[in-house]
């Protein structure tokens, strides 16, 4: 990491965010009723920020994060991007999917230096890239295996490797480990951890996991469901490393879900938390 | 494994199943295979079930193969034919990857030319010979002709199906790393239609292979086929079946040799074969 030279005029403006989304509203037309996903939803994401998206499944989180990433527009408001309007995929936003997204035809390192070769990187760059990023998740044994010989966790692990490798300015993680078992999830929370204490990249994850949230995020948005709107934004000042069963991770934990409770659709009896 | 108790109480047949359990052992139980079948054949010949004129012994059989490898007419047909075959279905594929991956990646174009496709499979390719005798004259053009349409729209089918079988989440990847068009076609599409294409190539060549012994069988000069149509005009039993035999192993040769490692490699690789 490089430090930051520019002169700062602290106090004389702003911080400027690195992703803005300003109103971003998504319907779906059904077969009967359009389903409003996402409803004039608002955010800002600072460069080198966790930021963690919280709602229930099925939430619009996910199309929130496509249209970030670009692969879906909404039908009202906007997202910049460092200033721009994102107007499709780029490579300085590359999301990491809920499915095991990998190339099944390419073995592990292949996969991870996927990116870069579309990027046209220098072959000894790749080579380095791809071995520092591979050593990152603990994969640099397993190079030469084809995703089907491996494990859930060991698939995205590869995924955010391949993520890494391209160095984007903000990493776009769309519940990574849902798919996983208890143990496995956890191991990749913590690595996760561990990865971004190293790099300090810029990330936005959704999950519908409260723990997960207290864990990885500096910072929590807590997002309601049909309409996905945002309900709050709970800050996690917590020094790092985080144990996932330290009383103040739970802690925020008992905060980010009694929130998520409160927050059924419209018209319905919001339900009382009882933390136990 | 097996209990050394039991080793010698092995049947024959358990003797011949675990032979199949190598890849040397299974060549060894398709030749015994085969001598079965000749010594067969031999009991019939022997037996005068039928006339000699119309099932020669296997020694005359392998008499006229013998005598006509030797003068060089069969090396010169199956040169012939081979030929033919691999020109027209080299363009064949060709054409069927162009079409099948224009009618899969657009919906207009599917629902025209690809119904086409659909249709067009269904007529045997050797009845393209008389229009293709019309358009070309009675010359090599119109027989490879026959044999690129024989396996044409068989490539395409499985083009077009293999670019389908492409999980929308592959593109996706394609799209959040920046992948151009001509990246995702060279990086995604291809590579994701293997599998499906690689069965289409098999299928395609056998096809093309038979198209193209009905085309010589009803015209045109040297060939396997033509040599079989020889064999018919002069009463020659023997060449006829000699004929027939080259023309199987020729088949099987090319199926084992190429397609069937081109279609175990692709599957290998991506985890769909057992073995």
Known sequence: MTADIRPRHAGTEARKPLLAVQGVTRRYEGNRQAVTALEDVSFNVFEGEFVCIVGASGGGKSTLLNIVAGLDAPDAGHTLFDGEHVKGPGPDRVLVFQEAA???????????????????????DIAAKAERCLELVHLQDYQKLHPHELSGGMRQRVQIARALAVEPRMLLMDEPFAALDVQ???????????????????????????REA?????????????????????????????????PPVTGVAMWIRAELQHTGPAGKEPAIASPS | MLHPANREAMTPYQVFRRMTETRAGQLGV???????????????????????YTLPSPGSVGE????????????????????????????SVGAGITIGSFTATSRLADSTVGKVVLGMQSLPSVAWLPLAVLWFGLNEQAIIFVAFM?????????????????????????????????????????PGMMPSLAGGLKLGWSFAWRSLMAGELLFAGLGLGQMLERGRDLNDMSLVIATMLVIISVGLVMDQLIFGRLEHWVLERRGLSSK
């Open chain 1, 102 to 124: 990998l190339l099944p035809w390419l073995n592990v390192r292949e996969n991870v230096e996927f990116g870069l070769k579309l990027r046209h990187t220098l072959l000894a």
């Open chain 1, 214 to 246: 207290a864990v990885l995020s500096d910072r929590v948005i807590v997002m309601t469901s049909s309409p996905g709107r945002v309900k709050c934004e709970i800050p996690v000042p917590l020094p790092r490393p985080r144990q996932m069963d330290s």
């Open chain 2, 150 to 190: 024989g396996s044409l729209f068989s490539v395409a089918i499985s083009t077009n199906s293999g670019v389908k079988s492409i999980p929308p989440l592959l593109r996706q990847v394609g799209l959040t790393y920046g992948a151009s068009r001509w990246q995702m076609y060279r990086h995604i599409i291809v």
């Open chain 2, 64 to 91: 006229t193969l013998w005598r006509n490898t030797e003068n060089g007419r069969i090396p010169r047909a199956v040169g012939v034919s081979i030929r033919r075959l691999a020109i027209g279905y080299a363009l």
């Open chain 1, 184 to 210: 496995t999830r956890e191991r990749l929370q913590d690595e996760l951890q561990e990865i971004w204490m190293r790099t300090r990249s810029t990330v936005l994850f959704v999950t519908h996991n409260v």
């Open chain 2, 30 to 52: 398709f030749v015994l295979f085969l001598a079965l079948l000749v010594a067969i054949w031999q009991a019939l010949y022997s037996l005068q079930v039928w006339p000699p």
